[in-house]
Each structure stands twice: as structure tokens, then as C-alpha cells.
């Protein structure tokens, strides 16, 4: 009962929002998917698997003028790539691969947070310093999370059962600690958010209308930073470090801050240089063992799985974030970390094409389109940041499944795919005031 109540109240609190305005709906939604992981360890039902679905649901209901209204030419392009994407995992529901249960959950994790690249593209200035802001005290406030599972450990948190599984499985981290979750689901996704707000924080840094407003993005920014050496994943590390050297290499941000965020980057070496704890990083050092988890990762080449299931193995027979309660029910299960074979098992030759043609689009551009306004350096990490996460999605599964970062990449990538909104209103044409009040000079009229 507890959890059908979390999923009404999600879905009402964000509906309040998004009818208030699109940037309020976004961070109200992604503050649900922040505190999602531990929600659902710590009550235990299968509708509570359901409560980020919810929140985004009422987004979906709250702007549903904006998702269905006919497209322009701003981002006419951008919603019929989504329409399609959409449309070919509607079709696959009608053909009975799998249990009908399993293939809603499949369509869930192939289609539920596409709409979020279309509300990307709509978003004006103001929706975006809305979620910047939104994301730099939801950073701060899981980080509070992550500090004390660091000192009194996770199982205080997160109880022990099937849905935290994966969270005590990930004991690597030096002297036998796990790895910290902070308020996600597991440490990939505490990292992974972590890693997908940078982009923005460093535009609200930029962007910001009052110094509070840019202390508030440099403190998002340093919770980021901390959190993803607490999570201990190296991915992370290595797309956050990408992140670093091109915002101090390329970032027109004046020197001013360029200074200001390398003392930040410093502080936080510093901080990791100093504990243990916090530099599993450096397993990266180790060539053998890396080539040896890629290739553990990438352990059913993608071609492979086309031969032998060139249809599909039905919507939710990748492995699509299935609940363990539903688990047992999936036909001809296939094991696969590579987010390009999941996609190709669940929807098929033609599901994969799709996929790799709308990438191929918003990959080479025709946006992205960054302009000259105060968010070009925001949108130019942004659109690095989704096309490094698409490009490695081969040595990885999750990535169009992942909460909230599914939803972050999917707004980032629509949000940089067409020019802003503020960047396409036509120019009006300004009458210059009559500033010379003499009297009109009389005419003569020769009378008839």
C-alpha cells in the first residue's frame, strides 16, 4: 500500500510541477529518480519499482501540449526520429515473444524515456537555469547521503535482499569496503548521475544571474566530483576527467573561472590522494586486467546475437531492467553487458538499424547546433558527454535503462540536437521613436 501511495504522490507532485513550468516538471521527476534507489530497497513491493515511471508519467501528462503538438523546423527532424523509435517497439508488443508482463516491461525500458529528448528541445533558459540549480542541491544532498554510508556503512541504508544485490556484490574497494551508493540503486548510477550533471553545473556556473546562484553550481560541481570517486567507478572517472581537461582546454569561460575550477579540481585530488578509499581509479593502470573485464563485458559480439535471433527475443528478453519478481518468466533468457546486443535481442535487425541512424543524425550534426549564447560551452560538454556514453554503450548494458541517467542523457541529447529555443524567435523589427516633438511643417493645397 505504501508504495502505490509513493507512485500516486510521484506522479501528482511532478504533474503540479510541470504544469507550473517545463524546468520545474524536469527536476521535480529527476528528484524522484535521485532517491529512487533507496526508496525501493527500504519497501519492499513490486509497485515500488514504479515510482520513477510515475514521476514521469505526471511530467508526460503535465506537458503533453508540448510532447504532441506538430513539430517546426527547430526540431521537426528531431520528433520524427523519435516517432519512429517509438512506433517500431509498439509494433513489437503485438508479437508474442515473451510473456505479455515481460513485454510491457521491455516496452518500458525501450520507449518510457524517449519523450525526454523532445522536452529537451523545447527547453528555453529558464528551464535550464531551473534544472541546473535543481541539480546543484540535489548533488549536494545525496553526497550528505554518501558521507555518512562512508563512515557507518551501507547496510544502514540499504537492508539486504534481492534488490540490493548488486550494491553488496561491488566489495572491491580497498580494504574490502563496497562501494557507495548514496541514494541510488547502485554505485554505477550514483557515479553515472554524478558524471551526467557536470555538463550542466559548469553552464549554471557560467550562466549564473547572482553569486549565490554560481556558488551553488561550484557546490554541485564539487558534490559531483566527490561522488564519483565514492562510487569508485572508473568509467566515470575516466568521462569526468574527459570533462575536466576539455572545459579547461576549450571552455570560453574567462580565466577567472578556468582558476577557480582547477583550485576545485585540486581540492578534490588532493581529498583522493589522501584516502584509500578513493582511488580505485588507479586500477587503471593495469592494462591485462582492463582488456580482460572489456572483453568480459562485451561477452556476446552483437553480430552474433543478429544470427541467431534476427527478429528479436521479444521486448524484455535482453534483460531489460527486469524485476527479480518477474525474472523466471523470461523465454530463452541471453545474458549480454553490451547495450547495442541488448537492443538488437529485443527489437531485431531493424530495431538496431534505427538506433544506430538516429545516432549517426545527432552524432554528425545536422545540429548539433551550440550557438553563441552564455550555454555554448554547457552544450558543446553535453553533446560530448551523450555521444562518449552511445559510443561505449558496447562495452556496457543499462544505458537507455538507467535512473535517472536514461532521462538526463535523453533531455541532454534533445536539448543540444536543435538551437534553442530563445536562439530561433524572429527578430522584430523596432520603429525608432520620433524624438523631434516641433510641429508638423503645413502643406499647401492648391484649391481646385
Known amino acids: 500500500m505504501t508504495a502505490i501511495l509513493l507512485c500516486i504522490l510521484a506522479c501528482g507532485i511532478t504533474w503540479w510541477a510541470g504544469r507550473r513550468s517545463l524546468g520545474g516538471g524536469v527536476?521535480?521527476?529527476?528528484?524522484?529518480?535521485?532517491?529512487?534507489?533507496?526508496?525501493?530497497?527500504?519497501?519492499?513491493?513490486?509497485?515500488?519499482?514504479?515510482?520513477?515511471?510515475?514521476?514521469?508519467?505526471?511530467?508526460?501528462?503535465?506537458?503533453?501540449?508540448?510532447?504532441?503538438?506538430?513539430?517546426?523546423?527547430?526540431?521537426?527532424?528531431?520528433?520524427?526520429?523519435?516517432?519512429?523509435?517509438?512506433?517500431?517497439?509498439?509494433?513489437?508488443v503485438f508479437i508474442p515473444f515473451q510473456p505479455w508482463l515481460i513485454q510491457l516491461v521491455g516496452l518500458r525500458g525501450c520507449a518510457f524515456f524517449l519523450p525526454m529528448a523532445i522536452l529537451g528541445a523545447e527547453m528555453g533558459s529558464d528551464d535550464v537555469y531551473y534544472v541546473c540549480k535543481g541539480l546543484a542541491v540535489l548533488n549536494v544532498a545525496v553526497l550528505g547521503f554518501a558521507i555518512a554510508e562512508y563512515f557507518l556503512g551501507v547496510t544502514r541504508f540499504f537492508p539486504m535482499s534481492e534488490v540490493t544485490e548488486l550494491i553488496?556484490?561491488?566489495?572491491?574497494?580497498?580494504?574490502?569496503?563496497?562501494?557507495?551508493?548514496?541514494?541510488?540503486?547502485?554505485?554505477?548510477?550514483?557515479?553515472?548521475?554524478?558524471?551526467?550533471?557536470?555538463?550542466?553545473?559548469?553552464?549554471?556556473?557560467?550562466?549564473?544571474?547572482?553569486?549565490?546562484?554560481?556558488?551553488?553550481?561550484?557546490?554541485?560541481?564539487?558534490?559531483?566530483?566527490?561522488?564519483?570517486?565514492?562510487?569508485?567507478?572508473?568509467?566515470?572517472?575516466?568521462?569526468?576527467?574527459?570533462?575536466?581537461?576539455?572545459?579547461?582546454a576549450f571552455g570560453k569561460i574567462g580565466w577567472k573561472r578556468q582558476v577557480a575550477f582547477c583550485l576545485v579540481i585540486l581540492g578534490v585530488g588532493v581529498l583522493a590522494m589522501r584516502n584509500e578509499r578513493l582511488q580505485r581509479f588507479e586500477t587503471l593502470k593495469d592494462t591485462d586486467y582492463i582488456q580482460e573485464r572489456i572483453a568480459g563485458s562485451v561477452n556476446r559480439g552483437t553480430w552474433e546475437i543478429l544470427t541467431e535471433y534476427p527478429l528479436g527475443n521479444g521486448l524484455g528478453g535482453g534483460g531489460t531492467s527486469i524485476p527479480y519478481f518477474l525474472q523466471g518468466q523470461v523465454r530463452h533468457p541471453v545474458a549480454t553487458e553490451n547495450e547495442f546486443g541488448r537492443i538488437s535481442l529485443e527489437q531485431g535487425m531493424l530495431g538496431l538499424v534505427l538506433w544506430l541512424s538516429f545516432l549517426a543524425w545527432f552524432i554528425a550534426g545536422y545540429g548539433p547546433s551550440f550557438g553563441n549564447g552564455?550555454?555554448?560551452?554547457?552544450?558543446?560538454?553535453?553533446?560530448?558527454?551523450?555521444?562518449?556514453?552511445?559510443c561505449t554503450a558496447w562495452i556496457g548494458n543499462g544505458l537507455l535503462t538507467a535512473i535517472p541517467i536514461t532521462g538526463l542523457i535523453m533531455m541532454g541529447l534533445g536539448w543540444v540536437a536543435v538551437p534553442m529555443r530563445e536562439e530561433t524567435r524572429p527578430r522584430i523589427a523596432l520603429t525608432r521613436r520620433r524624438t523631434d516633438f516641433r510641429p508638423a511643417r503645413a502643406t499647401s493645397v492648391t484649391p481646385a
Open 374 to 390: 552564455v550555454w555554448r560551452s554547457a552544450r558543446k560538454l553535453v553533446w560530448f558527454y551523450v555521444t562518449f556514453s552511445f
Open 27 to 92: 527536476v521535480s521527476a529527476l528528484t524522484f529518480g535521485y532517491f529512487y534507489g533507496i526508496v525501493r530497497a527500504n519497501v519492499p513491493s513490486s509497485f515500488s519499482h514504479f515510482i520513477f515511471d510515475a514521476a514521469l508519467l505526471g511530467l508526460y501528462i503535465a506537458q503533453k501540449d508540448t510532447l504532441l503538438r506538430p513539430g517546426n523546423s527547430r526540431n521537426k527532424t528531431l520528433r520524427l526520429w523519435i516517432a519512429i523509435l517509438l512506433l517500431w517497439p509498439l509494433v513489437l
Open 168 to 248: 553488496y556484490v561491488s566489495n572491491d574497494v580497498a580494504g574490502g569496503f563496497n562501494r557507495i551508493p548514496a541514494t541510488f540503486g547502485t554505485s554505477h548510477l550514483f557515479g553515472g548521475t554524478m558524471t551526467a550533471t557536470i555538463p550542466f553545473l559548469i553552464g549554471g556556473w557560467y550562466a549564473g544571474r547572482s553569486r549565490f546562484d554560481r556558488l551553488l553550481s561550484v557546490a554541485g560541481l564539487v558534490a559531483a566530483f566527490c561522488g564519483v570517486l565514492l562510487s569508485a567507478t572508473r568509467s566515470n572517472f575516466i568521462v569526468s576527467s574527459a570533462m575536466v581537461i576539455f572545459t579547461v
